[in-house]
């Protein structure tokens, strides 16, 4: 999480001397409040055009297409195949077990149509389309020494480019972020074909920004750092103050994809989306040894995130997980198809009457833990005000004791019948199949991926 900086006019003209010779006289030295003020109106009239009226069809256009891929692969054929088996130890033909994948991973010219990924988006981040359309953007350094003036090659040169970019790799490499990284609106970036390791500096930071996609990354062991001067765009740059150490840290961002993306480790949560941030999905993704996975709606107070819709789908949140995938205050928050196989508290929380539709998970208790059966978690609320709130469990398959406490309008299902009554998730029993190739995927131009 990160909060909006108000410089000190003093701090900032002083800081602004220092650097003023490399700068190409762009910038007004007092302009750091008033750009963000701007940018604030921006984010939030973005954030209201996002808004879904009727969430329910966002839900159930996810769940037709993931039966139909089902249908058109087999797969329902084959049910009880529940055996967590790794992608690693697969060597079969392309299996696209779910529509998102199946609308490119298979073709073997994957590589000279990379902008076909962005058709493939389902849940509340449908209209992201990241870069398409715009130059392909090769990044072929690693390094990240110029905070101010990235040197170009660099992935930050390229994410704060004003143009719409596709982002790609020309080999295998880990990126050390010297301080976080500040992603301008209409990027995607695409790691596929190499290995990509975002990794012991800072995070990604998607700060009033819209339509990014972020695909294939290794995200890991994240660290605070101390912030400062740090150029946004091409014709900004500004003081930012300290870094958490989240994976991906969203503060009023709209139209997102996150996907195929693993995550390990990181000082503070690993993917936090506050202050407005919708229109997002988050699928086929790895989590592991983490403590605080996914914080959507930071405080109480922030009553911007009632606009909030965010999808959870096909995401696999694996070996010692503790909590919060996600907790969620205020805001729609659809949970579809995730295998959980591991939580030391509880996976699901929330606060501040969030709307939680779990639709086709498998949660699997720990063996160890046996006060942490119950999938759910009510924070800061007694029992009276929290049952009113809409946590609704559908298709969801339980085991070693595992237990989701429903709450809210026990009609609501009837009220709802295009997503409950007509249209259910794809069967909970096939989720180890659905997230079979959840994280970054080991794709090779050339091949199916
Ligand atoms: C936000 O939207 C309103 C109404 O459409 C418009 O008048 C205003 O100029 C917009 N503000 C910004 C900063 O885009
Ligand atoms: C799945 O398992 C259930 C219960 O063990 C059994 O009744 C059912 O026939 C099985 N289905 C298939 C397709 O094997």
């Known amino acids: 999480m990160q909060e909006i900086k108000i410089n000190s006019l003093i701090v900032f003209a002083f800081a602004f001397a220092s650097v003023l010779p490399i700068l190409k006289g762009n910038i007004i030295p007092d302009s750091n409040e008033e750009y963000w003020v701007k940018?604030?109106?921006?984010?939030?009239?973005?954030?209201?055009?996002?808004?879904?009226?009727?969430?329910?069809?966002?839900?159930?256009?996810?769940?037709?297409?993931?039966?139909?891929?089902?249908?058109?692969?087999?797969?329902?054929?084959?049910?009880?195949?529940?055996?967590?088996?790794?992608?690693?130890?697969?060597?079969?033909?392309?299996?696209?077990?779910?529509?998102?994948?199946?609308?490119?991973?298979?073709?073997p010219n994957w590589a000279n149509n990379r902008f076909r990924l962005a058709d493939c988006v389902l849940g509340f981040g449908y209209k992201t389309r990241g870069g398409k359309g715009g130059r392909i953007y090769v990044v072929t350094d690693n390094s990240d020494k110029d905070l101010l003036n990235p040197k170009p090659g660099t992935l930050?040169?390229?994410?704060?480019?004003?143009?719409?970019?596709?982002?790609?790799?020309?080999?295998n490499m880990v990126i050390k972020l010297e301080q976080e990284l500040m992603v301008?609106?209409?990027?995607?970036?695409?790691?596929?074909?190499?290995?990509?390791?975002?990794?012991?500096g800072a995070g990604i930071t998607l700060h009033m920004v819209s339509n990014i996609i972020i695909h294939g990354l290794r995200i890991?062991?994240?660290?605070?750092?101390?912030?400062?001067?740090?150029?946004?765009?091409?014709?900004?740059?500004?003081?930012r103050t300290k870094s958490d150490g989240d994976g991906i840290s969203l503060f009023g961002a709209s139209n997102i994809w996150i996907d195929h993306v693993s995550m390990t480790n990181c000082a503070d949560g690993l993917i936090d989306a506050i202050m407005g941030s919708t229109a997002m999905t988050i699928s086929n993704s790895h989590f592991t040894d983490h403590n605080e996975a996914m914080l959507f709606g930071a405080n109480e107070k922030h009553t911007q995130d009632m606009k909030m819709q965010i999808t959870v789908a096909f995401n696999h949140f694996g070996k010692r997980m503790v909590q919060r995938m996600p907790r969620c205050r205020f805001g729609y928050i659809h949970v579809v198809n995730n295998d959980y196989t591991h939580w030391n508290m509880y996976a699901i929380g929330g606060s501040s009457h969030p709307t939680i539709i779990s639709q086709g998970n498998r949660y699997i208790?720990?063996?160890?833990?046996?006060?942490?059966?119950?999938?759910?978690?009510?924070?800061?609320?007694?029992?009276?005000?929290?049952?009113?709130?809409?946590?609704?469990?559908?298709?969801?398959?339980f085991k070693r004791g595992a237990y989701f406490v429903e709450s809210g309008e026990a009609k609501w299902y009837s009220k709802h019948p295009e997503v409950f009554d007509k249209i259910k998730a794809a069967p909970?029993?096939?989720?180890?199949?659905?997230?079979?190739?959840?994280?970054?995927l080991g794709c090779k131009i050339g091949e199916p991926c």
């Open 184 to 200: 301008a609106s209409d990027k995607t970036i695409d790691a596929r074909g190499f290995k990509v390791h975002i990794a012991h």
């Open 220 to 239: 890991h062991d994240i660290k605070p750092k101390s912030g400062g001067m740090i150029r946004d765009s091409m014709d900004h740059f500004g003081q």
């Open 39 to 107: 940018r604030a109106a921006e984010a939030w009239n973005r954030t209201l055009e996002a808004y879904e009226p009727y969430p329910e069809k966002i839900i159930s256009h996810l769940n037709v297409n993931a039966h139909r891929t089902l249908k058109e692969t087999g797969l329902n054929l084959g049910l009880n195949g529940t055996r967590r088996q790794l992608s690693k130890g697969y060597n079969g033909p392309c299996k696209a077990t779910n529509p998102i994948d199946q609308c490119w991973r298979c073709n």
């Open 156 to 171: 930050r040169h390229a994410v704060i480019q004003k143009e719409p970019l596709w982002i790609t790799f020309n080999k």
């Open 365 to 397: 208790a720990s063996s160890t833990q046996k006060f942490a059966k119950q999938v759910t978690k009510r924070e800061k609320s007694p029992e009276s005000e929290w049952k009113q709130w809409t946590w609704r469990s559908e298709g969801d398959i």
């Open 428 to 440: 909970a029993e096939l989720v180890s199949e659905i997230t079979k190739f959840a994280g970054a």
